[in-house]
């Protein structure tokens, strides 16, 4: 069965040894040579001496080539793979008292700054705690989740107590998973959908306002044209009023005898009775 090649940086002092640890080990165990980390002791009895041989050359020379070259000086007057194992672990995972006093004062002191991402402030809280493991030091998960808590800023007040309340226990996945879940939202749009909606309504009407107005002043135009328009009314003769404003408007065509001709303008409406009216005046000049 074969496996997918895996990819480690070479640790160079500067990184998370812890993590680099992990993935390193993970990559002897998937290549069956994860025992050569014990020595000769790590093997079975039924292993032959070549195998074994094999075994550690391949261990020791696979942990050379990821690392760097300050960190493989560090190490180089080791000749075993466990050798060299047991070397980066006192050099980046010591026990020492000024070490762990380091530790517990950076875990204790804590805090997530305001304008700082909070998935790296995660990120970094979480390293903390993996360093304090692999000294032997246990923060009970408890403990770790009211440390995160404690160490939001005050506008997270508002969150704070809720987490501490909600629930009857409280456990830092609940925490990490709440404050990452609000980080993604606060980074999306925060105005509701609906609100964009009206928004984009009320920008909309806005540009339609100048047609509006447009379209007002183009009806203004047409009355004031209507008021200058030269034909004279139908009923009194008269220029500057249409029928319908005609003083004289109650009396009906009929009674005043009018031809028929003006009858079926009448009843076509005012511009076509004016039309015909004028085309009347017009013949009889002639």
């Not at 069965?1 to 940086?9: L, N, P, Q, S």
């Not at 000769?40 to 391949?58: I, R, V």
């Not at 700054?113 to 998935?119: F, G, L, Q, T, V």
């Not at 309504?201 to 047609?211: I, L, Y």
């Amino acid at each position: 069965m074969g496996f997918a090649k895996i990819e480690v940086e070479r640790f160079d002092g500067k990184g998370d040894f812890s993590l680099w640890r992990q993935r390193m080990k993970a990559v002897l165990v998937q290549m069956k040579i994860s025992k050569a980390l014990q020595g000769d002791k790590g093997f079975p009895e039924s292993t032959s001496s070549e195998e074994k041989q094999e075994a550690l050359d391949l261990a020791y020379s696979t942990l050379i080539l990821h690392l760097g070259d300050r960190v493989l000086r560090e190490v180089s007057k080791e000749t075993t793979a466990a050798g060299i194992w047991l070397k980066l672990e006192s050099l980046y995972m010591t026990k020492s008292l000024s070490n762990r006093v380091l530790l517990k004062g950076k875990l204790f002191g804590f805090k997530i700054p305001e304008d700082k991402p909070i998935s790296e402030s995660l990120d970094e809280f979480n390293r903390l705690i993996i360093d304090l493991a692999n000294i032997e030091i246990k923060i009970e998960d408890e403990d770790q989740a009211i440390m995160i808590l404690n160490a939001l800023p005050k506008s997270y007040s508002t969150f704070v107590e809720a987490m501490k309340y909600a629930k009857e226990s409280l456990s830092l996945e609940d925490v990490q998973a709440a404050l990452k879940a609000n980080e993604r939202e606060s980074r999306s749009d925060k105005r509701p959908a609906a609100e964009s909606l009206n928004v984009r309504g009320r920008s909309e009407k806005n540009k339609s306002k100048p047609k509006k107005r447009q379209s007002q002043q183009g009806k203004n135009k047409e009355v004031q044209d209507d008021k200058e328009f030269p034909y004279k009314c139908y009923h009194c003769h008269e220029v500057g009023h249409m029928k319908k404003d005609c003083p004289n408007k109650d009396k009906t065509y009929k009674k005043e005898g009018k031809n028929g001709n003006a009858a079926i303008a009448e009843d076509q409406g005012y511009e076509s009775a004016e039309a015909l009216n004028i085309c009347t005046e017009d013949s009889s000049k002639i």
